[in-house]
């Protein structure tokens, strides 16, 4: 038995509407598909570092912010605090979760001095996981793992 063929092309304008309705589903595809990392909103001019090899990762949900503007304000989470209410909050904080961790944002024309003398307050705190937030060099290497010091010395030859 053999059928007919009736195969003929058909040339005519492609439609706009369908195209543009593609367009929008895929965009909208890969919105609601990526992830985004919300940081709070004060704006800090941090410092510029290569990427450390000895730092792994990003912070975790569980920690908290403290930031330290230029003009020497801190900021606990968002929210404007002083030495004392920033020692409470952290002790609190340490209480309730014992795990957590503390990412100390710092602009890079805050003073040492200050910069320690909080480091030693969330110590005394209670909280034992501090990170320093930096911004990466772009185009840099990671800066290589620190060497030991026995494979730092050559081997002595008789």
């Known amino acids: 038995m053999k059928f007919k063929r009736n195969l003929q092309i ?9 195209l543009v309705n593609v367009a929008l589903l895929a965009g909208l595809f890969f919105m609601l598909s990526s992830s ?7 704006n800090v001019e941090m410092l510029d570092l290569p990427v ?14 403290v930031t330290i503007t230029r003009d020497d304000l801190i900021f ?8 004392e209410k920033l020692k409470t909050g952290l002790e609190e904080t340490a209480r309730r979760f014992p795990g957590i961790r503390v990412v ?11 910069l320690v ?17 930096t911004r990466p060099l772009l185009n840099q290497p990671a800066t ?11 081997a002595a030859q008789p």
Do not use: C, F, W
């Open 104 to 114: 100390l944002k710092s602009d890079q024309r805050v003073s040492y001095e200050r």
């Open 117 to 133: 003398q909080i480091l030693d307050l969330t110590k005394a705190a209670g909280v034992h996981h501090v990170l320093l937030a």
């Open 52 to 65: 450390s090899t000895l730092v792994a990762g990003a912070p975790e949900h569980n920690a908290v912010m």
């Open 10 to 18: 058909v040339e005519g304008r492609i439609g706009a509407v369908p």
């Open 36 to 42: 985004y990392v919300l940081q709070p909103g004060v």
């Open 144 to 154: 290589p793992p620190l060497k030991s010091q026995s494979a730092a010395t050559p």
């Open 76 to 83: 606990y989470n968002d929210e404007r605090v002083d030495l």
